[in-house]
């Protein structure tokens, strides 16, 4: 034993040694989190907060410690309702994996705002109860002004329905041109044409904004377009 050792170090595939390190990486991961710029949360099964990093906390104008012991939905409304299914069979199953939900929701001052979460289940050993870690993309805010008053509601072409509903669906620009009949630019010329319409930047922020306009059925599962803005005579088929 060297000189000044204490005792024998620590055996790391001991079951002590093990959660020690857990406890020391957890506390170090939750510094990081109070420290990070991107929205985060931890919440139970069922979707009780069990934590929230201050820049969760600044989206509803709190502190983080608010947060703690109230469930995610009473804070994001989500687009899509059917897509938590899957996230409630995920954990059932312990299946790891990243589960987009479009959401809005409204700000201390009334501004409402949309953007993405993407939800992991997770847990602090294999064996261990599943938690839901989210993380908040902000896709941006609806302003209440003519031109926005007239993209509330939206008319989309045949290509633009069909375009839009695959790209909500995960489907990559290859394969959407693939299903519609077009090359992939123009699939991105649709794509390009919607983002610029409705002020956004990204597939991800253009399908959040989709749902929140309308444009797509919440209520379906693969996503589709909504029937009231089907035939419009924007963009080309």
């Given at each position: 034993m060297e000189l000044g050792a204490s005792g024998p170090p620590d055996d790391p595939q001991t079951p002590e040694s093990w959660h020690r390190q857990a406890i020391t990486w957890r506390n170090r991961m939750m510094l990081l989190l109070?420290?990070?710029?991107?929205?985060v949360a931890l919440c139970d099964p069922h979707g009780v907060i069990l934590l929230a990093n201050p820049a969760m906390a600044a989206e509803w104008g709190m502190l983080?410690?608010?947060?703690?012991?109230?469930?995610?939905?009473?804070?994001?409304?989500?687009?899509?309702?059917?897509?938590?299914?899957?996230?409630?069979?995920?954990v059932r199953l312990r299946r790891r994996?990243?589960?987009?939900?479009?959401?809005?929701?409204?700000?201390?001052?009334?501004?409402?705002?949309?953007?993405?979460?993407d939800v992991?289940?997770?847990?602090?050993?294999?064996?261990?109860?599943?938690?839901l870690m989210l993380l908040l993309r902000v896709g941006g805010e609806r302003v209440?002004?003519?031109?926005?008053?007239?993209?509330?509601?939206?008319?989309?072409?045949?290509?633009?329905?069909?375009?839009l509903a695959l790209?909500?669906?995960?489907?990559?620009?290859?394969?959407?041109?693939?299903r519609v009949g077009l090359t992939p630019d123009g699939v991105?010329?649709?794509?390009?044409?919607?983002?610029?319409?409705?002020?956004?930047?990204?597939?991800?922020?253009?399908?959040?904004r989709a749902y929140f306009l309308g444009a797509?059925?919440?209520a379906v599962w693969p996503p589709a377009a909504a029937e009231d803005v089907r035939g419009g005579s924007a963009g080309t088929e």
């Open positions: 109070d420290h990070l710029p991107l929205p983080s410690g608010q947060m703690q012991g109230r469930n995610a939905l009473e804070f994001f409304r989500p687009l899509s309702p059917v897509r938590l299914h899957p996230i409630a069979e995920a994996s990243r589960y987009p939900v479009e959401v809005t929701w409204s700000t201390p001052d009334g501004t409402e705002r949309y953007g993405e979460i992991d289940p997770v847990s602090d050993a294999p064996d261990s109860a599943m938690s209440e002004t003519p031109a926005d008053e007239a993209a509330a509601r939206p008319r989309l072409s045949g290509a633009e329905a069909r375009i790209a909500a669906a995960g489907d990559t620009t290859a394969r959407i041109a693939k991105n010329y649709h794509l390009t044409q919607l983002s610029r319409r409705w002020g956004v930047r990204g597939k991800a922020a253009l399908v959040a797509l059925d919440p």
